[in-house]
């Protein structure tokens, strides 16, 4: 079946430092992938987005590029902020369902 | 990007009693929603599906007898906890998605069932 594998947290940074976080996919056909985050308290809000193969989703200066070859899909910024600390999912929604598959989620703090 | 709200953001129930989420689409229309349960530190459980106007599809293993869903129109869906238990006590989140392939969340509902 479909499934999302990120990198264990939590993911300690400083301020300014650069940030990959890892996420393979398992599915069949041509999912889209999503990398959302969650804020302490508060619900999931969708950060970037890509559809196809090669597609490079990008926002708030995260960027995830659709690699099909490698099925991956990681999250990369190049200077964290304290204010990126956040949990942050990678998800799958196959071509055929309609469901979301999401993966365990990475915990990223940012330290000053 | 798309709104999704939810009311209230946190309630606290006595054992026994029932509790409604209700989850709105506040700037389009969702033919489709979701439901989630999280726990702490864990990732979203997706707990039910529901297309405005017909029956929920729930999730294996959550009781659609306790977990109550109506999806009466394309911008209104809610949750009905039915006779709380401690156990039912976590952070329950709302999606939607209009036609297309981006899901918008709401904001959680953190419920806490003494």
């Known amino acids: 079946g479909n499934s999302v594998t990120q990198m264990e947290g939590p993911v300690t940074l400083s301020e300014e430092a650069f940030l990959t976080i890892n996420c393979t996919y398992t599915?069949?056909?041509?999912?889209?992938l999503f990398w959302y985050v969650q804020y302490p308290g508060e619900g999931l809000q969708l950060l970037l987005k890509a559809t196809k193969a090669d597609d490079k989703g990008s926002n708030k200066g995260f960027e995830a590029t659709y690699r099909k070859e490698t099925t991956s899909f990681h999250l990369e910024k190049g200077s964290v902020q304290v204010s990126d600390s956040a949990v942050y999912f990678c998800a799958l929604r196959s071509f055929q369902g309609g469901k979301l598959i999401f993966g365990q989620g990475t915990e990223l703090s940012v330290k000053p | 990007g798309a709104v999704v709200s939810q009311h209230p953001s946190r309630v606290i129930c006595k054992s026994g009693t029932s509790v409604k989420i209700e989850c709105r689409s506040l700037d389009f229309q969702a033919t489709t929603m979701f439901w989630y349960r999280q726990f702490p530190k864990q990732s979203l459980m997706l707990m039910a599906t529901?297309?405005?106007?017909?029956?929920?599809?729930?999730e294996q293993g959550v009781e659609k007898d306790k977990f109550l869903i109506n999806h009466a129109s394309l911008t209104l869906s809610t949750l009905t906890v039915t006779s709380a238990h401690p156990e039912d006590s976590s952070f329950y989140i709302c999606s939607a998605r209009e036609a297309g392939v981006t899901q918008y969340f709401g904001p959680g509902t953190r419920l806490l069932v003494l």
């Open positions: 599915a069949t056909g041509y999912p889209s």
């Open positions: 529901s297309n405005e106007g017909s029956k929920a599809t729930y």
